[in-house]
T-cell receptor, first 116, second 115 residues
């Protein structure tokens, strides 16, 4: 009965380093989202995976950001050559998409990234 | 293109008074509409959603929201505010016809309830 989990919970890195953030969605959920939230601000959409469809990458802010979802389950968000403006909380959410029932997103606790 | 707007960055209400947090949307076809809440230092939690049926939707913690198709609005309401309701509230929308379309979130409204 586990919810969405994310790791690490906190990550401090130096400018220029690469980081990988992991999301384990709820088992069976077909949709997975990544968002970025700066301190106390709104949600910035990054990328959306839905089943076997091509991911919607329209929110990725630059080519330093990429994400993959292996086997329709676990997802990894990679930020290459991190910069200070990448510092934020990265949130993952999953949902079960089915016709006519809408979808309730379940959010993970987030990964707080600090780039020094 | 679909969009959702929360016109108020902040709403201040005295405890015991009714509260309203506004949300308007633009989407093709019938919308799926959602409210989420984020308490300080905690993750986002689902409050309620409108899919179809009764325009008045009741959710967690005594909140409710009314779907108004003519005004394309989905305002969040509570008859009597509590200090513990102070949090960041997000409205979200997705077209009902397409499971391939992502959910879009509003910019959030910070609700502050004073004792």
């Amino acid at each position: 009965g586990a919810g969405v989990s994310q790791s690490p919970s906190n990550k401090v890195t130096e400018k220029g380093k690469d980081v990988e953030l992991r999301c384990d969605p709820i088992s069976g959920h077909t949709a997975l989202y990544w968002y970025r939230q700066s301190l106390g601000q709104g949600l910035e959409f990054l990328i959306y995976f839905q089943g076997n469809s091509a991911p919607d990458k329209s929110g990725l802010p630059s080519d330093r950001f990429s994400a993959e979802r292996t086997g329709g389950s676990v997802s990894t968000l990679t930020i290459q050559r991190t910069q200070q403006e990448d510092s934020a909380v990265y949130l993952c959410a999953s949902s079960l998409v089915s016709s006519g029932s809408g979808e309730t997103q379940y959010f993970g606790p987030g990964t707080r990234l600090l780039v020094l | 293109a679909q969009s959702v707007a929360q016109p108020e960055d902040q709403v201040n209400v005295a405890e015991g008074n009714p509260l309203t947090v506004k949300c308007t949307y633009s989407v093709s076809g019938n919308p799926y509409l959602f409210w989420y809440v984020q308490y300080p230092n905690r993750g986002l939690q689902f409050l309620l959603k409108y899919i179809t049926g009764d325009n008045l939707v009741k959710g967690s913690y005594g909140f409710e929201a009314e779907f108004n198709k003519s005004q394309t609005s989905f305002h969040l309401k509570k008859p009597s505010a509590l200090v513990s309701d102070s949090a960041l509230y997000f409205c979200a929308v997705r077209p009902g016809y397409s499971s391939a379309s992502k959910i879009i979130f509003g910019s959030g409204t910070r609700l502050s309830i004073r004792p």
